[in-house]
């Protein structure tokens, strides 16, 4: 399992499948959409984070199928993949609110002038 919180590309493949199984490609495109277009996964990157990823017991391989001549594996979430996403979910969440409060905070009265103006 993942102790630390995860890194960016990490954290959006494991959305990328949280919904549904992809293959590769497909996972490409998804983490484009999930981040807007901000990451952009090259294929070796992918393959080396999805080898890192089944070695963890994060995701798994769906099925393998023959695609024009090249096999085609689909990967999947698995329980534990499951559970370290929301744990990372929840995280970044409670950040998120506690940013939101610190600068609603920040922005509530303005501050009193050192010195004073004469």
């Keep these: 399992m993942v102790e630390r919180s995860l890194q960016e590309p990490t954290l959006l493949l494991l959305t990328a499948l949280a919904d549904a199984p992809r293959h590769g490609y497909a996972l490409i495109q998804e983490v484009a959409a999930i981040s807007d277009g901000r990451v952009r996964l090259r294929t070796g990157t992918l393959y080396g984070a999805l080898e890192r990823l089944l070695g963890q017991g994060l ?59 004469h």
């Design 59 to 117: 995701i798994r391989v769906a099925s393998e199928e023959v695609v024009d001549g090249r096999a085609r594996r689909t990967y999947a979430l698995t329980d534990p993949g499951r559970e370290v996403l929301a744990a990372e979910a929840e995280r970044l969440q409670a950040v998120a609110v506690e940013a939101k409060r610190r600068l609603t905070a920040g922005h509530t009265a303005p501050r009193p002038r050192l010195g004073g103006a």
